[in-house]
């Protein structure tokens, strides 16, 4: 069977029109498919959409604006904006999740992190006891995905990954010093020290491998209680940071 042809005269474009006329789609001599409606349009296949552009680019229009492009460049998939704008990747709630800006950074507002400090005075922390350090205010503290408790001075992991921790206080004179990073199960690092120095600074930090919903805090695990300074300047600190 042969195939079938439509097509106008010489000088005029194709339309396609339905029976109440508020909807039709015109193909124009330069080779453009208009598709009016009084509302959304609609392409819908029992299989798959494809779109095949031979010329490597599909370009991306709003009121015949261009506002981006999707290229081919040597098999791979290119997402590229009008100059001066970024990409922009939002959560579900509309929010933004992701920003790629025009100069090439990342911005990602929802990852998972903290950083907490001490308010003022000394606190005595008892053996086996956390550290609960609460946020003061007056201070820069963060808590990007609110899973930092302050009654508990533990850290939640949201999902699974490889995350960064750090502590680091100002601690009165003792003979024996000994804090872990932990979530009561697994401990990821450990900091022990002998001083018979006065007062000091101490930190450390460390990369690991954390599951979903551990709760993950600095632990006094030397056997007697410690005192550590929480006035300003954040002489005593921990935080966190999921990094993929």
Partial sequence: MA???????????????????????????????????GGDA??????????????????????GTTFG???????????????????????????????IDTSGYITKSKQPGFYA???AGIVAIANNNYVILT???????FDTASNYDTGTGQFTTPIAGKYIFGFSCYATSAAEYA?????????????FFTSANANMDWGFSTVCNVEASKAIGVRNEQGASKNIYQSAPVHSRFWGYLLG
């Fill in 3 to 37: 195939d079938s042809t439509v097509k106008p005269d010489d000088t005029n474009d194709l339309v396609l029109q339905n029976n109440h006329g508020a909807s039709k789609i015109e193909v124009n001599e330069d080779d453009t498919i208009v598709v009016t409606s």
């Fill in 42 to 63: 609609t392409i819908d296949a029992t299989g798959d959409i494809i779109l095949d552009a031979g010329g490597a680019d599909i370009t991306l229009k709003d009121g």
């Fill in 69 to 99: 492009t999707l290229k081919q460049v040597s098999g791979d998939l290119v997402i590229q904006p009008t100059t001066s704008k970024q990409i922009v990747l939002n959560e579900d709630g509309g929010a933004e999740a992701l920003v």
């Fill in 117 to 119: 400090y001490g308010g």
């Fill in 135 to 141: 946020n003061d205010s007056t201070l820069p503290a």
């Fill in 179 to 191: 804090w872990t990073i932990t979530d009561g199960t697994t401990t990821y690092a450990r900091m």
